[in-house]
């Protein structure tokens, strides 16, 4: 954690190894031979699914989220999760990210978990407006295509067999701060809530 008077934080569910290695391996082939050239990758032991992000955080606000996330997450079920199809924002031929979907298997149990972060974060004083308004697409981060790089048609025509997409259970909750380089974003855990396996 670094000593300045905020942080860059969000609420997120870690992917793990045994999802983001072979992902992110998938998609690096996808992108062709230079890859390395003409796309910024995350880091493989950062790969997330975004719950909440928040953006910028006085750091006194981040005990009572600790506490109030851990109040409201007790007894939660853990969401079945798989990988689906790529995407990109803000759309293919512009791209600024691109992404894979997620999705959950059966359940509800990950639009429930968001409306409790939610709740949890609101009780700790901060303001859900903004995040209760948008839209949730549930995706992790690959790449960003560098300047000039045009996104070959094997990236968006990836399968869920092709990326991994055997089912996993998020396991737990977790508030990271978004730490800068050098290299790509680190993702520090602040506080973590563990969810009940099912």
Not at 14 to 37: D, K, T, Y
């Amino acid at each position: 954690m670094n000593g300045s008077d905020q942080a860059r934080v969000f609420v997120g569910l870690h992917l793990g190894e045994a999802v983001a290695g072979p992902l992110l391996a998938a998609v690096e082939a996808s992108l062709g031979p230079e890859a390395r050239r003409g796309y910024r990758f995350p880091r493989a032991d950062g790969l997330h699914l975004t719950l909440v992000f928040l953006g910028r955080v006085e750091r006194h606000l981040l005990g009572p989220m600790e506490t109030e996330l851990a109040r409201a997450l007790a007894g939660h079920a853990a969401p079945e999760l798989r990988l689906t199809a790529p995407g990109s924002f803000p759309k293919p031929g512009r791209e600024r990210v691109l992404w894979v979907g997620i999705e959950e298997r059966g359940g509800g149990r990950l639009a429930v978990l968001r409306a409790a972060v939610l709740a949890a974060l609101g009780q700790a004083g901060w303001d859900t407006a903004l995040a209760e308004g948008d839209p949730f697409h549930p995706h992790v981060t690959v790449a960003r295509p560098r300047a000039g790089t045009r996104v070959p048609e094997s990236f968006y025509a990836l399968t869920p067999a092709e990326l991994g997409d055997a089912p996993w259970c998020a396991v737990e909750v977790t508030l990271f701060e978004s730490v800068a380089g050098p290299g790509p974003r680190r993702y520090e855990p602040l506080a973590r809530v563990a969810l009940t396996p099912v």
